[in-house]
């Protein structure tokens, strides 16, 4: 009497099932497979078996094909899973993507009225993140879990005893159910994190809401808001460091910049009482000497900062030769008070040297009007003209500047102003290096423009230094005191 067998057929990563009878021939598989892969054919194909213990059996002519039927039945098993390759030297088409169909009730409707390119999710590499038995992983427990979760997640592993069992191991997943679902339990927060920590070090400002979609739309995977906002927070810690903990780092990063940037100038204050952070000021070595070849003029402003414990940040702001920003000092406070500005000021006070008598272009910064005279009594202050000034580098405003770090730890913070100003530095170092001209490009444009502008101009010579100049409005030009009648 004949009995029932179900062979799970797979070739590639497709899959189709056979219910056959212990009558049914081998070469009868052979057509049922040929004619479900159009690309294959009974001279192209070798297939092998497995069932139970016994593992890539070959399956070559009709007497296996009884074998392994009866085999089957004594082990008392419904299903056997057939795998069906190509031979060496054959060529493979593209059977996997576009199979053979039979007729039109397998046709899928859907894709032929609605057509798309297929997605390939990028949650599809997960499942080859688990190579071989014995294969190391080098983070230890947490990177194997890590790996493991994501396993489960894309090829479904059965759970027994609340433990997973790795008894054997195929490159052929058959584990999992043919059609995934998109929420998964398995998807926590600690996958989340791991998953979008490059994301988060390169852009602070991810969005929970922005990792969910980006789940949905590249990974087919469901996750909640709450799973979202803690796998982003654990990435921008593991990442950033703690908020807290930060404030603890600042004494060491002080103390290491001293130690390996000599020159520079960094201040703490701290509270007496509570031994509470209250501010921190810091003017790099490089940035110090800088300003000696700047124009003694500095633009103050503060700008607010975004992390846990909020903040602002005080900056004193040059420009270069060249009319680039250049940042000369910094400083954390908890608000923008006069207190704070005159410590800044004083501060600040510390790194420009006593003969030069300043110019500063500000807002009408709070508490900023009553510290100036205070720390600089002899300084020109302007108000309102800063934006004037600064037209030509809008895009280059330090707050700008600082858009997405506004939002790290403090520690953090300061670390990564600093590397910028070094990459800035080093840039503009190799763009001078190929200069030719005599001053800096900005000016050389200007002058030239200005000349070809004035050039219809007379000019009366009243001393070595002193000049008229007849145009629209005539003015005198003192080139020795470098001043004009127009006051430009």
């Known amino acids: 009497m004949d009995f029932f067998m179900l062979l799970l057929c797979c070739y590639g990563s497709n899959m ?254 701290y509270d007496l009482k509570t031994s509470q952070f209250k501010r921190f000021f810091v003017a790099f070595a490089a940035c110090i ?29 040059a420009k270069d030769g060249n009319q680039g920003l250049f940042p000369v000092a910094f400083a954390i406070v908890d608000s923008e008070s006069e207190s704070n500005w005159s410590w800044f000021l004083y501060e600040l006070s510390k790194v420009i040297a006593d003969d030069i008598r300043m110019t500063f272009v500000s807002d009408h910064n709070l508490g900023l009007l009553e510290a100036m005279p205070k720390a600089f009594p002899s300084a020109y202050h302007g108000w309102g003209q800063r934006y004037g000034e600064m037209t030509s580098n809008v895009d280059e405003s330090f707050n700008n500047w600082i858009k997405e770090e506004r939002n790290l730890p403090i520690t953090k913070l300061v670390d990564t102003i600093r590397n910028q100003i070094m990459c800035q530095m080093s840039e503009r170092r190799d763009i001078a290096n190929k200069w030719n001209e005599i001053i800096c490009p900005t000016f050389e444009t200007n002058l030239q423009d200005s000349f070809n502008s004035n050039r219809s101009w007379n000019v009366s010579k009243a001393n070595d230094d002193v000049f008229e100049v007849h145009s629209f409005l005539s003015v005198t030009v003192d080139v020795g005191r470098c001043v004009c009648s127009c006051y430009q």
């Open 289 to 317: 000497n800088g300003f000696k070849y700047c124009r003694p003029l500095l633009f103050l402003d503060g700008t607010f900062l975004k992390e846990r414990y909020k903040g602002q940040l005080l900056t004193a702001t």
């Open 16 to 269: 189709f099932v056979i219910n056959v009878v212990q009558s049914f021939s081998f070469d009868e598989l052979v057509k049922c497979v040929c004619n479900k892969w159009c690309d294959l054919s009974a001279d192209s194909i070798t297939m092998f078996y497995r069932l139970s213990e016994y593992t890539n059996c070959h399956l070559d002519n009709n007497e296996e094909l009884q074998n392994m039927l009866l085999l089957g039945k004594s082990i008392g098993v419904e299903g056997i899973d057939v795998v069906v390759e190509q031979k060496l030297g054959t060529n493979r088409h593209s059977s996997l993507a576009n199979p053979c169909i039979e007729d039109e009730d397998q046709t899928n409707l859907l894709r032929r009225y609605c057509a798309h390119s297929e997605k390939v999710l990028l949650s599809s590499v997960w499942e080859n993140d688990i190579t071989h038995i014995g294969q190391c992983f080098t983070g230890g427990a947490f990177e194997f879990r890590t790996v493991l979760c994501k396993y489960a997640v894309q090829c479904g592993v059965q759970r027994a005893n609340q433990f997973f069992y790795l008894k054997r191991w195929t490159k052929i997943h058959s584990c999992g159910a043919d059609v995934r679902t998109s929420k998964n339990p398995r998807l926590n927060s600690d996958l989340v994190s791991n998953v979008v920590s490059e994301r988060i070090r390169d852009i602070p400002l991810t969005r929970p809401t922005d990792v969910a979609y980006t789940f949905k739309a590249d990974y087919g995977l469901d996750i909640s808001y709450h799973v979202a906002w803690l796998g982003v927070k654990k990435a921008r810690e593991a990442m950033h460091g703690d908020y807290l903990t930060s404030f603890d780092q600042l004494k060491w990063y002080g103390d290491a910049v001293q130690h390996y940037n000599p020159g520079s100038h960094i201040n703490i204050d």
